[in-house]
């Protein structure tokens, strides 16, 4: 069965964004195998002088190495993603890299009315960037407003469109992972990639 | 000269971005005073930890707000600004909102030549992002590529086209400065002048509120708190409307513990302020100066003889009763007002006195309990309690005997009560560990429960003595109910009481720990209301700071009676209720006792834990249907029962009403009734089917719930669940359905004391300089804390814990 990684976008103790993972944990039960990851324990990002991943990194870093594709849940802070989030990412993206080529699909839940739209955007716009090169599924976004009266009291989604639109994103990305595992990228792009920093580029030439 | 505040946006130790604002710092330095705010020390941003108050951010909003414009200097972090940024962005548009139309220029240097382009840009969004509300300078994009190249080594930029732009970046944000800030300049805020009805959101509905605004001021906002609890939100409407007068402001910050009272009010003079013509807005910027941090207070050193944790009813008879010894006393409460939990208690205490009971006929039914009660075989009393029950079983049959043949009069004896506890207290838990009330500190309660009605009658509380009641969950008639104020009766008593007898209490003081000297309590260390710093020396602590109720992770951690227990559950108690005294008391050794048993109330509002929303009705005329729309249980059943079937079928259930069945209703109003309805906390439709949709449930299966019911209300049996007792059936529209679900309601466990309400520890000795009293100790209502018993236990041990202190710690001064 399909391995995948959700990752919770936040370090907040309540989130709707987690419960949205935990519903698709058990929606998609028979469909693949869903591992919810937090970001609360990781430090804040500092640019340490050795790229080495502290150990709640490195834990992070092996999980979506070993899985088939990743799903972010983001919430959406001062129209962006949270710092917490943002610091996950820059934490991979300087040390183990484990995003290269990696099929993502992105969520978010919000209590307002736009359901993370711009957080959406900024983090499809990182996850392209040179030290990140994540494969994320293009023309399908997940948004889920005025989340807090979304779930029932078991933690299922109440309207049935917004469950229906998202058994449909999700069989997408299933195809979608399906999809990407036959573009097989040379060993020398993978090489490239893990090695890129930007201060290497003294010349001033543009990867 | 403009004062600016720079922000290098990376917490990285080498950055091209801070050498930038270095040089801007030194090259406009007879332009512009600019200051360089580091995030290095900025912890990460998480909504669920406040860090507004800590210095670093408090050091960030002081700075930004006093100054006239903010340049931000990004790199570029995976196309957008870094972490480290963001954070302090965060930070400053939660509880702080210092950019609030502060000018902002953003400039960035990075390693390609992009220059921070990207980042740039989110920055822009951010900086937008309505909690942030930062005015940010149009187009003048300043993007310093290869900035490894740029700087010479004085730091200078080396290329003289890029500090000619930079410098004509910099003149254009010095005249932005000065445009934004006319922009800033607020209207003059005038009003129609008149006085406002308007209404405030409270505690139990609505409440009328007016207010008087003049031409420019307003001059007054009178409450009507007729309708609300007293006691729990008065703090609210004192304080809140002072602050919006004193400050002519509405950024006012809301209480603790009274939040919700006291947005209500926020919003009702809102609501005045626009009927008068102006723009709330415009008041909810004028800060007042609430969010800038208290300068740092020096540490407060006290020194008293008996120092007490907890204002409720517990705390403040602990500290009568010591200022009646002639020792000094000093009383720390957490939250801004007095009276814990007991200003949300129904008010009847429990004390068995005979010679007042006895002139109250009897009612239908007391004879068969007593009855009842003495034919129990003696070999299922507990060894420790058989002998009272013993003599309790003569008493019964002279009693019954004496009133053959009459109605007889009502019946109790201090042994009654004994039992009575003893006999509700005993549960099994799941692991079937089996508990009861310690027989010697029931005893102690039973005993001196009525002097401890005489003793409030002594300082000054009233109680009605027409009426003997039995409080909820009482089992017997032994209720004495204070006139007026329900349970904030006592502490209207109270609290003058112990401020005219020297003695002192201090609010929004929190204690922290107690501290220790040669195996004793020497006193405790606590923060104040400016987060200062307090030392308290004392002879004696005594801990009467409540249960944990409204402690979740705890109730959790410690529960071995329900099979689950929800995160979101609520509680019918005071927010303050989170058995910090159970913690403070453990930290010093103290050993626990019970602490897996707790008491909930199954009928409370599902948001806010309230039991006075929706239609409260008598349980004979309960209908209370799942999730699916099947009834579940038995209606006429303990609190447990309806809890723990409940749980089982997933927490959430309905109580099912029609028009006549709402008419038994003793808690609401047809006012209240069309408000709840209309902000959807209650359901009401013409049909079964209908009622059925709302609450999500398939009409057919509701439909055929309620034929049932109503076929079992005419044959007078519930075949299914065995109803006790029936009145009305559901049949007359239009039908209701009031959500309901179990909340926290006591804790019977916590520390474990002896009967002078020493604190023990797991040894069994003695804490030296320890007491508790009230929630916070165990051991006296074991699985089952009836209803009054709480009351009773409070006086009286709040006075042992106070004479024990006293006699033990306090002598040598006395003599």
Redesign the interface.
């Known amino acids: 069965m399909m391995k995948l990684v959700g990752i919770v976008g936040?370090?907040?103790?309540?989130s709707t964004n987690r419960q949205l993972l935990q519903y698709m944990q058990r929606h998609f039960a028979d469909q693949a195998g869903l591992e919810i990851c937090e970001i609360?324990d990781l430090p804040?990002?500092?640019?340490p002088e050795q790229h080495v991943a502290p150990a709640a990194v490195q834990t992070l870093s092996d999980a979506i190495s070993a899985a088939d594709g990743v799903i972010f849940a983001t919430p959406e802070?001062?129209?962006?993603?949270?710092?917490?989030l943002?610091?996950a990412?820059?934490w991979l993206?300087y040390t183990t890299r484990p995003l290269i080529n990696k099929p993502v699909m992105i969520v978010g839940a919000s209590n307002g009315s736009l359901g993370t739209s711009?957080a959406q955007a900024?983090l499809r716009?990182?996850?392209?960037?040179p030290?990140?090169k994540a494969l994320v599924m293009p023309n399908v976004e997940y948004l889920l407003g005025h989340s807090l009266q979304a779930f029932?009291?078991?933690g299922d989604l109440?309207d049935a469109d917004k469950r229906h639109e998202l058994d449909q994103a999700f069989n997408e990305f299933v195809a979608f992972v399906g999809l990407t595992e036959k573009l097989t990228p040379t060993e020398t792009f993978f090489e490239q990639s893990r090695q890129f920093s930007?201060?290497q580029?003294?010349n001033?030439e543009?990867l | 000269m403009k004062k600016l505040v720079g922000i290098v946006g990376?917490?990285?130790?080498h950055s091209y971005n801070r050498q930038l604002l270095t040089f801007m710092q030194r090259h406009f330095q007879d332009q512009a005073e600019i200051e360089i705010l580091e995030l290095t020390d900025v912890?990460?941003?998480?909504?669920?930890t406040d860090g507004s108050d800590s210095p670093v951010i408090q050091n960030f909003n002081q700075k930004i707000t006093a100054a006239d414009g903010v340049i931000i200097a990004t790199p570029e972090?995976?196309?957008?600004?870094?972490?480290?940024l963001?954070?302090i962005?965060?930070w400053l548009?939660f509880k702080l909102h210092p950019l609030d139309g502060k000018p902002v220029m953003i400039v960035g240097a990075?390693?390609?030549?992009?220059g921070s382009s990207?980042a740039q840009l989110?920055l822009r969004?951010?900086l937008?992002?309505p909690?942030?509300n930062a005015s940010v300078m149009p187009g003048s994009e300043f993007l310093l590529?290869?900035a490894?190249?740029a700087f010479d080594e004085q730091g200078n930029l080396k290329v003289s086209g890029t500090v000619d732009f930079l410098d004509s970046c910099f003149a254009k944000f010095l005249k932005f400065v000065d445009v934004i800030g006319e922009l800033n300049v607020p209207d003059a805020i005038s009003y129609q002048p008149g006085t406002y009805a308007v209404h405030a959101t409270g505690h139990n509905g609505e409440i009328p509120m007016s207010v008087t605004l003049s031409k420019d001021r307003i001059e007054n906002i009178q409450i009507d708190t007729s309708t609300e609890t007293a006691g729990i939100s008065d703090v609210a409407f004192e304080r809140i409307p002072k602050a919006i007068i004193d400050g002519q402001t509405l950024a006012v910050d809301a209480i603790s513990g009274a939040s919700m009272t006291s947005h209500g009010v926020i919003d009702g003079v809102a609501t005045a302020v626009k009927e008068a013509g102006a723009n709330p807005d415009d008041l909810k910027k004028r800060r007042g100066g609430t969010t800038a941090a208290q300068p740092e207070a020096p540490v407060q050193t006290l020194d008293t003889d008996v120092v007490i944790v907890g204002a409720g009813g517990a705390g403040l008879t602990a500290a009568a009763k010591v200022l009646q010894s002639g020792q000094r006393a000093l009383v720390l409460e957490k939250f801004p007002s007095v009276g814990g939990n007991t200003v949300r208690a129904g008010g009847p205490m429990n004390a068995a006195d005979p010679d007042w009971q006895n002139q109250f006929a009897a009612i239908p039914g007391e004879k068969h309990t007593l009855k009842a009660l003495a034919e129990l075989d003696p070999q299922t009393i507990d060894p420790e309690y058989r002998a009272d029950f013993e003599t309790l079983r003569g008493q019964i049959n002279d009693y019954l005997n004496q009133t053959t043949g009459q109605p007889g009069y009502l019946f109790d004896s201090k042994l009654l009560h004994r039992i009575q506890t003893y006999l509700g207290g005993k549960r099994t838990d799941l692991n079937g560990h089996k508990i009861y009330g310690q027989y010697d500190l029931v005893k102690e309660l039973t005993d001196h429960a009525l002097d401890s009605v005489k003793w409030l009658e002594s300082i000054g509380v009233q109680f009605d003595q027409s009426q003997v009641t039995m409080p909820v969950g009482a089992i017997w008639r032994r209720g004495h109910k204070p006139m007026g104020d329900l349970g904030f009766a006592y502490i209207k008593a109270l609290q003058p009481y112990v401020e005219s007898h020297g003695g002192t209490i201090m609010t929004e003081t929190a204690v922290q720990r107690l501290t220790t000297a040669d195996g004793r309590i020497t006193g405790l260390i606590a923060e104040g209301p400016a987060h200062q710093r307090i030392e308290v020396t004392a002879k004696a602590v005594i801990l009467a700071s409540g249960g944990f109720a409204a402690n979740v992770k705890m109730l959790q951690k410690y529960n071995t009676y329900w099979t689950a227990i929800d995160d979101d559950i609520q509680t019918t108690n005071s927010p303050a209720m989170t058995g910090d005294g159970i913690e403070l008391g453990t930290r010093v050794g103290a050993d626990l006792v019970g602490m897996g048993f707790s008491q909930m109330m199954p009928v409370s509002d599902p948001d806010t834990g309230e039991l006075f929303t929706g239609l409260q009705v008598p349980p004979q005329n309960y209908v209370m249907v799942n999730?699916q729309g099947k009834r579940f249980v038995n209606e006429y059943g303990s609190r447990d029962e309806l809890t723990q079937a409940a749980i089982d079928n997933?927490?959430?259930f309905y109580l099912i009403a029609d028009d006549e069945i709402k008419k038994t209703a003793y808690n609401t109003s047809q006012e209240k009734i069309d408000q709840q309805v209309a902000a959807g906390t209650l359901f009401r439709a013409n049909t079964l089917a209908d009622l059925a949709k709302q609450i999500?449930v398939d009409p057919a299966v509701l439909t055929a719930t309620i034929k049932a019911y109503n076929s079992y209300v005419d044959a007078g049996e519930d075949p299914e669940f065995h109803k006790n007792a029936f009145d009305l059936k559901v049949q007359v529209a239009p039908f209701y359905a009031t959500p309901r679900k179990p909340a926290t309601h006591h804790t019977m466990g916590g520390l474990k004391i002896d009967t002078g309400a020493h604190v023990l520890n797991a040894g069994g000795q003695v804490i030296n300089g320890l007491y508790a009293a009230g929630e916070v100790a165990g051991g006296i209502h074991a699985g089952n804390r009836l209803g009054g018993n709480s009351l009773a236990d409070i006086f009286t041990f709040g006075r042992i814990a106070a004479a024990s202190a006293v006699a033990d710690e306090c002598a040598v001064e006395t003599e």
């Open positions: 936040t370090n907040a103790t309540q609360v804040a990002f500092n640019e802070y001062d129209h962006s993603i949270p710092a917490a943002k610091s990412i820059e993206s711009r900024h716009q990182i996850l392209e960037a030290e990140l029932d009291a078991n109440v930007w201060s580029i003294t001033g543009d | 990376t917490n990285a130790r912890p990460l941003f998480n909504e669920s972090h995976n196309h957008s600004l870094p972490s480290a963001k954070s962005l965060e548009s990075s390693y390609s030549v992009q990207r989110h969004q951010v937008d992002a909690g942030v590529g290869r490894q190249a999730q997933g927490s959430l999500k």
